[in-house]
């Protein structure tokens, strides 16, 4: 008894302490996971507090829930046109770009570490996937907001990429442990049920859900309840049949968002409470289950491996596998430096051991030290890379999580509350004028704890508290109209001096600033030239340049181009990038002149030595 009670104490203050010591590292712009990591280290037995834990098989299970957890709660806000617009290049790194990257590393592992092919193979498989819960949480960081092309991409990637890493660490594994058997026919059997079969049983639990949640007449907080037992019973079943669990819970979190459901915002808060607790757990687990005495025999090649895999490996294959795709180079490098490491490789790292694969435990201590690197150089420069690169777009302002109540099983709008706040667009309004779509509607406004009367003619004020009834679709864009609005402070350079309605006719545009817009449909609006120049699909922060002006995607609504930012001045040359490159040029220049001179032969004599 003495010990439970001990187990729960040492626990709970493990995971208050990864609250606390949070938010001092969000400020000091740390990795989350990497605290994590280092207090369960910190824990450990070569820790402050001496705890002696090396219990793989539960470390491995207990982090398998967790993980699908957060794949689920991923693929839950994963928007359905994201998918369409990146699954096909996400889905190349997620098999070619695995593939490669395993290859590639093993190549680096035979060269650094004498290991044989099948063996460096197996490393590579290990540390060739990137890690969901690291890339979904630094890409929702605060200042790492990049466009939704290479963000779903490096989101859809890592939710995909798991089947191929496991597929080829599985069969490595079975080759080392039976070098008799032939690796053909079992290695494609078990990519095709990883694959097909993890994606089929993904869509059928996601619709299964959908078809549960509503038809069933359940209390509001037994919804998630049901959500995530259900998650857990894909990804179990899955695992039963030898499919991918990991895809086919991310792709039934992903057929459950592609339409309004019940209980959504109830669910949805739910689950990111979890996959935050599910997060903690896991990256403390790990900690724990690390001695940092041990690593020392290893480390060395770890770190050489790293940086390899980091610098050469990764590179290589996104370069390879997004040749077929519209990529610009800064996001092609982009994608290539958020190549996160994280839980993943550790617990693939776990699967040689629990196997009794000879010399096992040297896999996980590599996996270990290239997760620290990882964290630490990728995980630590999100931000800054992005800056550099020039790919940050504008933050959504849509910062707080508003009240929801539900109004009944087969009500389909519910009402929801929101705080007016500083700046907010609703500011210049009134209420009545707000613009909110025909099937929403402001029922009270409330000010100083007292319903503002005839409520409809008066503006709102900061602090009010609005009371709405809406569709759940409708939620996130009504919430940003009474959200915080710091968009002149925090916008990205290069999004045009002036901002222009995408309704507006692009004739006049090119009227008034003298523009050729070659051929196009007379009469069209600047969103139509926009989507033709661009292809049926836009993101934020999209260019098209027209001579010395480039227009610039500053917003969408419902797939379509809302707003377009004049760029008179290319503010892009300002970037960290550009002028790093124009340095870079410049000093070329003057070296190949210094050097020319040095060799030009003198008049009526020899070169210079």
Not at 425 to 450: C, D, F, M, W
Not at 513 to 527: C, K, M, N, V, W
Request: aromatic share 8%; net charge neutral.
């Amino acid at each position: 008894m003495e010990l439970v009670n001990q187990f729960i104490f040492i626990g709970a203050l493990l995971i208050l302490l990864s609250i606390l010591a949070g938010m001092v590292s969000s400020r000091l712009g740390a990795p989350l996971l990497l605290v994590f990591l280092l207090l369960g280290m910190l824990a450990g037995e070569d820790g402050v507090l001496g705890i002696a834990f090396a219990d793989y098989r539960s470390t491995f299970a207990v982090g398998s829930i967790a993980l699908a957890i957060i794949l689920f709660e991923g693929g839950l806000r994963t928007p359905r046109d994201v998918v369409r617009l990146v699954f096909w290049p996400a889905f190349s790194l997620a098999t070619l770009g695995v593939l490669l990257s395993a290859f590639a590393i093993a190549g680096l592992a035979h060269l650094f570490m004498g290991l044989s092919p099948l063996e460096g193979v197996l490393l590579g498989s290990v540390l060739a996937s990137t890690d969901a819960a690291a890339v979904f949480m630094l890409l929702h960081g605060k200042g790492a907001a990049v466009n939704a092309r290479v963000g779903g991409t490096l989101e859809l990637e890592s939710g995909m990429n798991d089947p191929m890493a496991v597929f080829l660490t599985l069969v490595c594994v079975q080759l080392l442990l039976n070098p008799a058997l032939s690796p053909g026919w079992y290695a494609l059997e078990e990519l095709a049920i990883g694959f097909i079969g993890g994606g089929l049983i993904g869509l059928a639990g996601g619709f299964a859900l959908r078809w549960l949640v509503e038809r069933l007449n359940l209390t509001a907080a037994l919804y998630p309840i049901l959500i995530v037992a259900g998650a857990l019973l894909i990804f179990g079943g899955a695992n039963l049949v030898h499919a991918s669990g990991f895809l086919a819970v991310y792709i039934a979190g992903m057929v459950l968002a592609r339409a309004p459901y019940r209980a959504q915002q109830v669910i949805a808060r739910f689950l990111d409470g979890l996959a935050w607790l599910s997060q903690i757990a896991m990256f403390l687990l790990l900690g724990l289950l690390v001695t940092p005495s041990r690593l020392l025999a290893d480390l060395p090649y770890g770190i050489a491996i790293a940086l390899a895999m980091i610098l050469i490996a990764r590179p290589g294959s996104v370069a390879i596998a997004l040749l077929p795709f519209r990529f610009s180079w800064p996001e092609r490098g982009f994608i290539a430096w958020v190549g996160l490491r994280g839980a993943v490789p550790i617990f693939l790292a776990s699967i040689p051991i629990l196997a009794g694969v000879p010399d096992a435990q040297r896999y996980f201590n590599i996996a270990f030290v290239v997760v620290l690197v990882s964290l630490l150089v990728q995980g630590w420069t999100v931000q800054r890379a992005a800056r550099f690169l020039g790919l940050t777009v504008p933050e959504d302002d849509a910062g707080h999580d508003p009240l929801d109540l539900g109004l009944g099983p087969k009500a389909e709008r519910e009402l929801a509350g929101f705080r007016v706040k500083p700046g907010a667009r609703a500011l210049r309004h009134s209420y009545g004028t707000l613009g909110l779509p025909g099937n929403a509607q402001v029922l009270a406004a409330i000010r100083e704890e007292k319903p503002v009367e005839d409520f409809r003619d008066a503006k709102p004020e900061v602090g009010d508290y609005v009371i709405a009834i809406l569709p759940p679709v409708e939620i996130a864009a009504a919430q940003r109209l009474f959200a915080e609005h710091k968009l002149a402070e925090v916008e990205p350079e290069g999004f045009g001096e002036f901002m222009l309605s995408g309704d507006g006719a692009v004739d006049e545009l090119a009227v008034v600033y003298g523009l050729d817009l070659g051929a196009h449909r007379s009469g069209e609006t600047l969103a139509d030239f926009m989507h033709e120049r661009l292809g049926k699909i836009a993101v934020v922060g999209d260019r098209v340049r027209l001579g010395e002006v480039e227009l610039v995607v500053r917003s969408i609504r419902e797939g379509r181009v809302r707003t377009v930012g004049l760029e008179l001045e290319d503010q892009r040359e300002k970037l960290p990038a550009r002028k790093a490159a124009r340095r870079l040029r410049r000093r070329v220049a003057v070296w190949s002149v210094r050097t020319f001179r040095s060799i030009r032969p003198k008049r009526g004599g020899r070169a210079d030595a």
